[in-house]
């Protein structure tokens, strides 16, 4: 009898011991998980980060004030129209690359370089001859430096022509012909590059005392954006479809007078009064905020980064789109006012052109190209 208990006595001390084993073994191995994804979720945030400044450029001076660099035609150089010295009515197109120590003249053109819209693909420069009678619009080829006439609108005296602009894929360049008697009979005319053709669409649901500014076209030409002074004197945007010759109204909001861009044939970004940087989807009438407190902003072609500065904050910052939110937020550049930033076609680079902010108004030097520098920021 006594051997039997001796038996189980041992029998109960073997298993006592396993179970303290397993049990302890269990506990070390949920630690090692934990500890491993927080080490791999740092490195992974690390090497995800797209928005480290490599290398800033500071542009030579080209007389700013009398014209502005247009854009990129490639991810390495970026051309502009500046006024000729002694001939008001014509340009310097100039073209500066990589590593921007040196511009270059591409070609002497009569073109009005405040009218001036490089496509952006940077490939066309659109421009609108205005005359008594007619609004003539005009392509420049970059590559072949050949200016040719594509559309001519017949204009009456009491019409006129309003901004024009490119749409995000580069194929339509739309513009106003408003009236000032009649606002029914403004239109819309939007020039197709594709197949050398221009359709005219009219202006409904706008006031009397609407004064338009701008517009904008979707890139499957079904949409469109149109940007006024309503009467009261607040800008607005509206959202139109385009149909059978016309432009219906669809959506209407007060915003800030800045930007409006498309992010998709459905989606459009702008700056409310609020401050706030908003998308509005016209499938489900969905109003989005993307960021707080903006004062100015700019997508990148393909709408994976933005740049943008804050209100009340002399600091340009550049995030990585994923949805509707921004991550990482990275300050890129101190001390000065964006008036105008453009992304190069890969994202690498940033173009900036703005007024210098000065902390003392007495020190501001009186040469207006130093009070407006235009820089490059290259990203790692």
Not at 229 to 239: F, M, N
Not at 310 to 320: A, S
Request: net charge neutral; hydrophobic share 40%; proline share 3%.
């Amino acid at each position: 009898m006594a051997k039997i208990n001796k038996k189980w006595g041992l029998s109960m001390i073997m298993l006592l011991i396993f179970l303290l084993s397993a049990c302890s073994s269990r506990v070390k191995n949920e630690t090692i998980i934990i500890s491993a994804g927080n080490e791999a979720s740092a490195q992974e945030q690390h090497v995800l980060n797209p928005v480290q400044v490599k290398k800033i450029y500071r542009l030579p001076d080209e007389n700013i004030d009398k014209g502005y660099w247009l854009g990129w035609t490639s991810s390495n150089s970026i051309v502009g129209a500046f006024k000729k010295a002694g001939f008001p009515d014509q340009s310097l197109l100039k073209q500066i690359v990589y590593p921007y120590e040196q511009s270059k003249i591409l070609s002497e053109v009569k073109l009005d370089n405040t009218q001036m819209m490089l496509s952006s693909n940077g490939s066309l420069i659109a421009d609108m001859d205005i005359t008594r009678t007619a609004a003539t619009l005009e392509l420049f080829s970059l590559k072949d430096k050949k200016k040719t006439e594509v559309d001519t609108f017949n204009m009456k005296s009491e019409k006129y022509f309003q901004n024009m602009s490119w749409s995000e894929n580069s194929q339509f360049i739309s513009y106003l012909i408003l009236d000032t008697v009649a606002t029914k009979e403004s239109i819309l005319r939007i020039y197709d590059t594709s197949s050398n053709s221009a359709q005219s669409y009219r202006l409904n649901g706008f006031n009397n005392g609407d004064t338009i500014l701008d517009v904008k076209v979707s890139n499957d030409v079904r949409s469109a954006l149109v940007k006024l002074y309503d009467s009261t004197g607040k800008a607005t945007i509206i959202l139109g479809r385009l149909s059978d010759g016309n432009f219906e109204s669809k959506y209407r909001r007060q915003i800030a007078n800045y930007q409006m861009v498309w992010i998709s044939n459905d989606q459009f970004a702008f700056l409310g009064r609020d401050g706030n940087l908003y998308e509005y989807d016209q499938r489900n009438g969905e109003l989005s905020i993307v960021l707080e407190r903006v004062a100015a902003f700019e997508f990148s072609a393909d709408k994976r980064f933005i740049a943008y500065k804050l209100q009340d904050e002399d600091i340009i910052y550049v995030g990585k789109m994923q949805g509707r939110n921004v991550l990482y937020n990275e300050p890129v550049y101190h001390g000065i006012l964006p008036l105008n930033m453009k992304w190069s076609p890969d994202n690498t680079s940033l173009l900036v052109q703005g007024s210098k902010i000065y902390a003392n108004p007495n020190i501001v030097p009186n040469d207006v190209s130093v009070e407006e520098p235009s820089f490059i920021i290259e990203f790692e």
